[in-house]
T-cell receptor, first 115, second 115 residues
Framework: QKEVEQNSGPLSVPEGAIASLNCTYS??????FFWYRQYSGKSPELIMS????GDKEDGRFTAQLNKASQYVSLLIRDSQPSDSATYLC???????????????FGTGTQLKVEL | ETGVTQTPRHLVMGMTNKKSLKCEQH?????MYWYKQSAKKPLELMFV???????ENNSVPSRFSPECPNSSHLFLHLHTLQPEDSALYLC??????????????FGSGTRLTVV
């Protein structure tokens, strides 16, 4: 079983619709969760983070976390063509010793927002 | 300069060459990371440095040699690489041992091609 799983897509949604991106993880010790957006040929950019069960909203983005089901999702409301990118889910286990925060990434879901 | 800066942006090298990738962060972070991103594969963690100490080395071949002279600078020295090492190499930084909402800030990456 992969540590972090995402559907590679592409996920196609019409402009103005809600895009729903999903991610599951295997390690129950995971503490916090991140969504990154990566445009083609560019580096990943952090757009949302969440660590408590429930929803967290930031503008058009909502992250949802269910630790019991080991599931995290990202909703994008009023999707725009500029949202077309690959969305990476990342999971963090807080280090007790040694320092640093190790993020494990999924393969990413490609989102296409069509006019 | 702000954020995380990586140089060079593109690098083409022969299998017998020696080259180095450079990363510099201006965010006051104290942990730095090297990741490898290949097509259709998740980001692969290579090395973690926290407070200038290497705390993780994910079974990376010895032809990759990291160096962290201080908390702001990170290098990846390359020698006798193979064509399969061609990939996007990403540097990232974060606050070490911080709360769960601290994700990485990535540099723009170095696109490496081994010929």
């Amino acid at each position: 079983q992969k540590e972090v799983e995402q559907n590679s897509g592409p996920l196609s949604v019409p402009e103005g619709a809600i895009a729903s991106l999903n991610c599951t993880y295997s390690d129950r010790g995971s503490q916090s969760f991140f969504w990154y957006r990566q445009y083609s040929g560019k580096s990943p950019e952090l757009i949302m983070s969440i660590y408590s069960n429930g929803d967290k909203e930031d503008g058009r983005f909502t992250a949802q976390l269910n630790k019991a089901s080991q599931y995290v999702s990202l909703l994008i409301r009023d999707s725009q063509p500029s949202d077309s990118a690959t969305y990476l889910c990342a999971v963090n286990i807080i280090r007790v010793t040694g320092g640093g925060n190790k993020l494990t990434f999924g393969t990413g879901t490609q989102l296409k927002v069509e006019l | 300069e702000t954020g995380v800066t990586q140089t060079p942006r593109h690098l083409v090298m022969g299998m017998t060459n020696k080259k180095s990738l450079k990363c510099e962060q201006h965010l006051g972070h104290n942990a730095m990371y090297w990741y490898k991103q290949s097509a259709k594969k998740p980001l692969e963690l290579m090395f973690v440095y926290s407070l200038e100490e290497r705390v993780e080395n994910n079974s990376v071949p010895s032809r990759f040699s990291p160096e962290c002279p201080n908390s702001s600078h990170l290098f990846l020295h390359l020698h006798t690489l193979q064509p399969e090492d061609s990939a996007l190499y990403l540097c990232a930084s974060s606050v070490s041992g911080a709360g769960p909402n601290y994700g990485y800030t990535f540099g723009s990456g170095t696109r490496l091609t081994v010929v």
